[in-house]
């Protein structure tokens, strides 16, 4: 007689569950989520399965049927930390912010030690602009164990954007990073990278020498060093660093780039030019139209057509107009190709047949960048005040303005005709250290020992209502409204005694036309003003102004007081 057959009993749901992780952790998603169905047709009340279940539905994207499964398992629970975090992250996917933020917090009242809630949280509020918000999630990171180096660089930016109220937070952080992370130089790269963008100059050089100290082959961190001593002002200092990061990491283009800013500011020009080639690997320059004639190398150009392109700025371009009359003078046919702004003053620039807005249909024999040419030039500190002045105003214009300045009242004979410009583009990176506030000009602008002096604000832009806040006795002829076109302003320039004026295309307007120029400059020049000295080999025209502490222009505004006390005494 045969035993009655034996039949196993079936899985129960914890067999159906345990098999589905299996199943899960095998990267077996379907089976994983058979088996969980399985397991909830047995155990239809239990949470857990169904937040498994909501697992499963996010990763394959069905992000509705995941908020169902999670909205169940909180029904069924009364809501655990992770329920909540996991169905905020399908809202945050589904672009639900709001409900987001609000399960992100039940979580972290659940679970405060849950640091990707605390960091989702904080993305969601920064997203929302919420930045008191996004500080205090971001503080609930930091504290946990498993903090990482960028929540305390997230945390920093955003108590700056909550500055000057978090001042005592910031450095309170700043404190806690290095001593978080002071064995590890990676770490404290980033931070001092994320200080010079601060402007916390002197932090970010005591941090990247932390970082040095532990480990000297790391470029980044001679970058930011040599980066905080630029704004302080410490060229030699720099260039130490950026001769260091260029050697460590001979293909990155920002690295690069920073020699050849050091070489050409310490008047290296032979081999600064050639490093300056790394500017077209930027990815702004690789977009830079290419015109189809052949790139010219330094062939001889006697009897060729060439196009002369402009590039960058409106003062660089100027700078670098005078290229075109060293071409024009070994028998070249040169036209220039530059911003629409700057046709009119190329166009009369020694040594240039047309200039044109548009690149030209040609034909042409070469084309090159104008910063390319001075490397194809040989151009040494010793040769550039040959080319100058090499513009100049259009005809009759120079007549018409000085009629305009005689018009002025107080424009009496044996005065001091002088145009100012006190700021520059405000879309320039640090144009809030190379402009200044037309307030902090008062003492130079009050009358000189009875020989006061015409000014004429030749300033443009949103700056030009500063002009109205002046205190009376104060008399400023404001042309800014009268200026059309850069013609204008260079045809101004030359009917004036002197321009003074902060680091803007002004500057490279009046030094290339001739013009006596006083440029005001920050602690933190650019390359072409170098360093020490004040006159410029670039426009012989030209007196440099240079602050002694970043941002305080103080000491340069007593400078020009006192020049041109000298300078009217000399008028008498």
């Known amino acids: 007689m045969n035993d009655p057959e034996i039949q196993s009993p079936a899985p129960s749901a914890d067999e159906w569950h345990r098999r589905s992780l299996a199943a899960f952790r095998a990267g077996e998603t379907a089976q994983a989520r058979d088996c969980l169905e399985r397991a909830l047709h047995i155990a239809p009340g239990d949470a857990t399965l169904w937040e498994h279940r909501g697992l499963i539905a996010a990763l394959a994207a069905e992000h509705l049927a995941a908020e169902a499964f999670y909205h169940r398992a909180l029904a069924l629970s009364g809501g655990t930390a992770s329920q909540h975090r996991n169905l905020a992250d399908v809202l945050k996917l589904a672009g639900r912010a709001d409900e987001a933020c609000e399960h992100y917090q039940q979580a972290l009242a659940c679970d405060p030690s849950l640091h990707q809630a605390a960091r989702r949280l904080a993305d969601l509020h920064l997203q929302a602009g919420r930045f008191a918000d996004a500080a205090q999630s971001l503080q609930g990171a930091w504290s946990l164990d498993e903090a990482t180096a960028q929540d305390g660089i997230d945390l920093l930016n955003t108590l700056a954007r909550l500055s000057p109220e978090t001042e005592a937070d910031i450095d309170a952080l700043i404190v806690a990073y290095r001593a978080r992370f002071a064995t590890h130089a990676v770490a404290l790269k980033e931070l001092a990278f994320a200080l010079n963008c601060l402007d916390r100059f002197d932090a970010a050089l005591e941090v990247a020498r932390q970082g040095l100290a532990i480990d000297t082959t790391l470029p980044l961190l001679h970058h930011n060093a040599g980066y905080a001593l630029h704004m302080r002002g410490d060229f030699a200092g720099m260039r130490r ?315 340069v505004v007593d400078a020009v007081r006192v020049a041109l006390r000298a300078l009217a005494a000399a008028r008498r």
Not at 245 to 252: E, M, N, V, Y
Not at 336 to 346: E, F, K
Not at 531 to 538: A, E, G, V
Request: charged share 25%; net charge negative; hydrophobic share 45%.
């Open 241 to 555: 660093h950026n001769v260091e990061a260029a050697r460590l990491a001979p293909h990155d283009v920002a690295v690069q780039f920073n020699l050849a800013i050091s070489l050409l500011r310490d008047g290296e020009y032979e081999a600064g030019w050639k490093q300056y080639r790394w500017h077209e690997r930027f990815d702004h320059s690789r977009t830079l139209a290419r015109p189809p004639f052949a790139e010219w190398q330094g062939e001889p150009v006697d009897g060729r057509r060439f196009l002369l392109l402009g590039e960058q700025g409106f003062g660089d371009q100027v700078q670098l107009l005078r290229c075109a009359d060293w071409l024009a003078r070994r028998g070249a046919i040169v036209d220039v190709w530059v911003h629409a702004a700057l046709v009119g003053i190329a166009s009369r620039a020694r040594g240039v047949r047309h200039a044109s807005a548009m690149l030209p249909p040609g034909p042409y024999d070469y084309w090159c960048r104008m910063f390319r040419m001075p490397e194809h030039m040989a151009m040494t500190l010793d040769t550039l005040a040959d080319a100058v002045p090499y513009l100049r105003p259009a005809s009759g214009s120079v007549a018409r303005w000085r009629n305009r300045l005689d018009a002025v009242a107080h424009c009496a004979p044996g005065r001091l005709r002088v145009g100012l410009v006190w700021a520059g583009n405000p879309d320039y990176d640090l144009d809030r250290y190379r402009s200044m506030k037309l307030a902090a000009l008062l003492p130079a602008l009050s009358a000189i020992d009875g020989a006061p002096v015409s000014w004429f604000a030749l300033q443009k832009g949103v700056a030009e209502r500063e002009l109205a806040a002046l205190p009376a006795g104060i008399d400023i002829t404001p042309l800014g409204p009268e200026i059309e076109t850069f013609d204008d302003t260079l045809a101004i320039a030359q009917s004036l005694d002197l321009v003074i004026t902060v680091d803007t295309s002004v500057a490279h307007l009046a030094g290339a036309s001739g013009v006596p120029v006083w440029v005001l400059l920050p602690l933190c020049t650019d390359w072409r003003w170098m360093s020490d000295r004040d006159d410029s080999p670039w426009y012989p025209s030209a007196r440099l102004f240079r602050q002694r502490e970043l941002g305080n222009w103080d000491d």
